[in-house]
């Protein structure tokens, strides 16, 4: 059975700094890797979606990496604002292409 | 992007009660919707996989007599809290996957429900 760990659970960084976030799966056998933000009370939005065969996908000033052969994604966030203070989900979808895996996300807050 | 709603996004209603959440893609037909719960400060969890035109698939644990679930049209799913109590009271959210190979799925903005 798929699990999908974030880390850290939660995070806190003065506005401007770089930050990385880490999400790792315990099969490597996926189809796709998703981040998503979800702000409080409210639903998903989608961030990135990177396919197995691909390393990286960029969005402005987010990049996200899949290693799939170590179970790790990660999510680089350049020059954070207060505004890109939320929380944080990955998840994968496996290799038959079916439905996603959360992981429990890692709660972000960018300090003015 | 692609646009999911839900409505209403925010219900209260006594035990005892039905309660019917709708989600919609705005702007693609989607053959495949899901269903999520969120309790705070936790994950989705995945409760059921709705396809068009046929029944609902079901996640263990998950009462398909308490959450009805009907996809009738391409852009309509419906979840339905029969009978609810307190311990029903969370967050709902739909998704809906965009047909193409990536399989990339859109959510909806949630469902706050509150059983008094």
């Known amino acids: 059975k798929q699990e999908v760990t974030q880390i850290p659970a939660a995070l806190s960084v003065p506005e401007g700094e770089n930050l990385v976030l880490n999400c790792s799966f315990t099969?490597?056998?996926?189809?796709?890797l998703q981040w998503f933000r979800q702000d409080p009370g409210k639903g998903l939005t989608s961030l990135l979606l990177i396919q197995s065969s691909q390393r990286e996908q960029t969005s402005g000033r987010l990049n996200a990496s899949l290693d799939k052969s170590s179970g790790r994604s990660t999510l680089y966030i350049a020059a954070s604002q207060p505004g890109d203070s939320a929380t944080y989900l990955c998840a994968v979808r496996p290799g038959s292409a079916r439905q996603l895996t959360f992981g429990s996300g890692t709660q972000l807050t960018v300090l003015p | 992007g692609a646009v999911v709603s839900q409505h209403p996004s925010r219900v209260i209603c006594k035990s005892g009660t039905s309660v019917k959440i709708e989600c919609r893609s705005l702007?693609?037909?989607?053959?495949?919707m899901f269903w999520y719960r969120q309790f705070p400060k936790q994950s989705l969890m995945l409760m059921a996989t709705s396809n068009e035109g046929s029944k609902a698939t079901y996640e263990q644990g998950v009462e398909k007599d308490k959450f009805l679930i009907n996809h009738a049209s391409l852009t309509l799913s419906t979840l339905t809290v029969t009978s609810a109590h307190p311990e029903d009271s969370s967050f709902y959210i739909c998704s809906a996957r965009r047909p193409g190979q990536t399989y990339e799925q859109y959510f909806g903005p949630g469902t706050r429900l509150t059983v008094t």
């Open positions: 702007d693609f037909q989607a053959t495949t």
């Open positions: 099969d490597s056998a996926i189809y796709n």
